[in-house]
């Protein structure tokens, strides 16, 4: 079965940290791009950080830049974001979503570019 799952969401408070991993099973996560968006109640979803397949750049969202940290083990098959310095605005499902446009995925966030989507994982920063 072709699927991805995200795990590592949760609970924490302003200024902690969290590491998200985005597991692959049924297909070879590293001929994809790969990118984490996330959707807080109300709003639209978001693209937050992407990774490419063929050099491995990464791209944020200006509003986790510096704070938030994409990478990649193929040999795991997983993707993982780690986000510091949570604050409460970072309070949303996270999800991951593969895509095989390497070229233009990470550049424009597209989500008709996408071939597979995780179901998600709540992260809630509060005090």
């Known amino acids: 079965q072709v699927q991805l799952v995200e795990s590592g969401g949760g609970l924490v408070q302003p200024g902690d940290s969290l590491k998200l991993s985005c597991a692959a099973s049924g297909f070879t996560l590293v001929y994809y791009a790969i990118a984490w968006f996330r959707q807080a109640p109300g709003k639209e979803r978001q693209g937050v950080s992407c990774i490419n397949s063929d050099d491995g750049s990464s791209y944020y969202a200006a509003s986790v830049k510096g704070r938030f940290t994409i990478s990649r083990d193929n040999a795991k098959n997983t993707v993982y974001l780690h986000m510091a310095s949570l604050k409460p605005e970072d309070t949303a499902v996270y999800y991951c979503?593969?895509?095989?446009?390497?070229?233009?995925?990470?550049?424009?966030?597209?989500?008709?570019?996408?071939?597979?989507w995780g179901q998600g994982t709540q992260v809630t920063v509060s005090s």
């Open positions: 979503a593969a895509s095989l446009d390497d070229l233009n995925f990470c550049r424009t966030w597209y989500s008709g570019y996408v071939n597979y």
